[in-house]
């Protein structure tokens, strides 16, 4: 199964900054997604991202907020973008057809 | 609209005990279900998962029951053990149109389990 890893593991920003988020998958796959899971909720989806196409985003967000990119077939790419207190989470990246989730980033937005 | 409902905030087991957790979905299109282990900070570890062409899976402890006439799923786990203790999601998914892989995951709003010695 494909392993992934992100980056940061970690971060800690101020109000108003944006941060972005690196996805990297050791085997070529076509679809990947971001999640988010704020403290104490559930995991939810935030957008689907396609190779060679624009980023699906799940009812309440948007491209403006979380844009998207995905350049090759083994990367991907979230920013988190003028980021407020709402917005610490845990942020995790997932490709198709695999239980797996990469390690996830933890954000803190002061 | 939750589709993925897990009914229980949490739930208490005294060790050697059985755990069972329990999910629910409204979606008729998910045909494949998972369940997660979360500790505070960290990313979901996969426990096991089941095809809605079974109706249970089995590995070491762990075992999913699927009904899918009640849309129903439930997690087992035997014996419960201290190092259990977390929060217990479980999620589904809907296979592509070519039922060759499946995507995006939809999670319950998990179960805090929490296993006494």
């Known amino acids: 199964s494909a392993v992934i890893s992100q980056k940061p593991s970690r971060d800690i920003c101020q109000r108003g900054t944006s941060l972005t988020i690196q996805c990297q998958v050791d085997?070529?796959?076509?679809?990947m997604f971001w999640y988010r899971q704020q403290p104490g909720q559930s995991l939810t989806l935030i957008a689907t991202a396609n190779q060679g196409s624009e980023a699906t985003y799940e009812s309440g967000f948007v491209i403006d907020k979380f844009p998207i990119s995905r350049p090759n077939l083994t990367f991907s790419t979230l920013t988190v973008s003028n980021m407020s207190p709402e917005d610490s989470s845990i942020y995790l990246c997932?490709?198709?057809?695999?239980?797996?989730f990469g390690p996830g980033t933890r954000l803190t937005v002061l | 609209d939750q589709q993925v409902k897990q009914n229980s905030p949490s739930l208490s087991v005294q060790e050697g005990r059985i755990s069972i957790l329990n999910c629910d979905y409204t979606?008729?299109?998910?045909?494949?279900f998972l369940w997660y282990k979360k500790y505070p900070a960290e990313g979901p570890t996969f426990l096991i998962s089941?095809?809605?062409?079974?109706d249970k899976n089995e590995d070491g402890r762990f075992t999913v029951f699927l009904n899918k006439s009640a849309k129903h799923l439930s997690l087992h786990i035997v014996p419960s053990q201290p190092g259990d203790s977390a929060v217990y999601f479980c999620?589904?998914?809907?296979?592509?149109?070519?039922?060759?892989?499946?995507?995006?995951?939809?999670f319950g709003q998990g179960t805090i389990l929490t296993v006494h010695p």
């Open positions: 085997s070529q796959v076509t679809m």
């Open positions: 997932s490709v198709e057809d695999t239980q797996y």
């Open positions: 979606n008729s299109m998910f045909d494949y």
């Open positions: 089941i095809s809605s062409i079974k």
């Open positions: 999620a589904a998914s809907a296979r592509n149109a070519g039922g060759t892989s499946y995507g995006k995951l939809t």
